[in-house]
């Protein structure tokens, strides 16, 4: 049963662009929300983050939005950069336990 | 500050056999969690020990176990390895407490891959 799910395998996005990556999920408990981003043959990176009291978090071109009703999360992308190519996990913590989504490959496209 | 280090960074083994993975923390950072990547999967969570505790564990079987030491440094330990093991091995570290407890740091991962 997947918690977290990201939908979206792969999203293709004109450079210069925003990208819109989505996340779903099902646990009303998960109590804080984090973004990474992944490039091959190299561990995931921490992008952003936010709290289930919060609905918006902002940091540089990266926006977290979330809305808790739609058990729905997404990040913001703006403008698009060719060095966001990369596979995004959405992820989310319930007691400190963090939980990943599968991932979108985003590419971005000259 | 020196990021997450994982050691080896490619592993060959046989079905039936152990192994052993390691990871340093950045310093400071007193949470260590392990996560299995595979293609079909994703990430999966495997255990999270925090000042040489267990605080947290997964849906893996009892095949997989860690531990922790009193310099934050952990170990990942699989027996009787399966076909199905095969996979990336992640690594993260956090400060495990606080307002940014949930920022990890994952390592470069260790590539097992089990014959």
């Known amino acids: 049963d997947q918690q977290v799910k990201q939908n979206s395998p792969s999203l293709s996005v004109q450079e210069g662009r925003i990208s819109i990556l989505n996340c779903d999920y099902t646990?009303?408990?998960?109590?804080?929300f984090l973004w990474y981003k992944k490039y091959p043959a190299e561990g995931p990176t921490f992008l952003i983050s936010i709290s289930s009291i919060k609905d918006k978090n902002e940091d540089g071109r990266f926006t977290v939005f979330l809305n808790k009703s739609a058990k729905h999360l997404s990040l913001h992308i703006v403008p698009s950069q060719p060095g966001d190519s990369a596979v995004y996990f959405c992820a989310a913590s319930e007691w400190d336990k963090i939980i990943f989504g599968k991932g979108t490959r985003l590419h971005i496209l000259p | 500050k020196a990021g997450v280090t994982q050691t080896p960074r490619y592993l060959i083994k046989t079905r039936g056999q152990q192994v052993t993975l390691s990871c340093s923390p950045i310093?400071?950072?007193?949470?260590v969690s392990w996560y299995q990547q595979t293609p079909g999967q994703g990430l999966q969570f495997l255990f999270e020990y925090f000042s040489e505790t267990q605080r947290n564990k997964g849906n893996f079987p009892g095949r997989f176990s860690g531990r922790q030491f009193s310099n934050s440094r952990s170990e990942m330990n699989v027996s009787t390895l399966e076909l199905g093991d095969s996979a990336l091995y992640l690594c993260a570290s956090s400060l495990g407490q606080g307002a940014r407890r949930y920022e990890q740091y994952f390592g470069p991962g260790t590539r097992l891959t089990v014959t």
């Open positions: 646990n009303s408990m998960f109590d804080y």
């Open positions: 310093s400071g950072h007193r949470s």
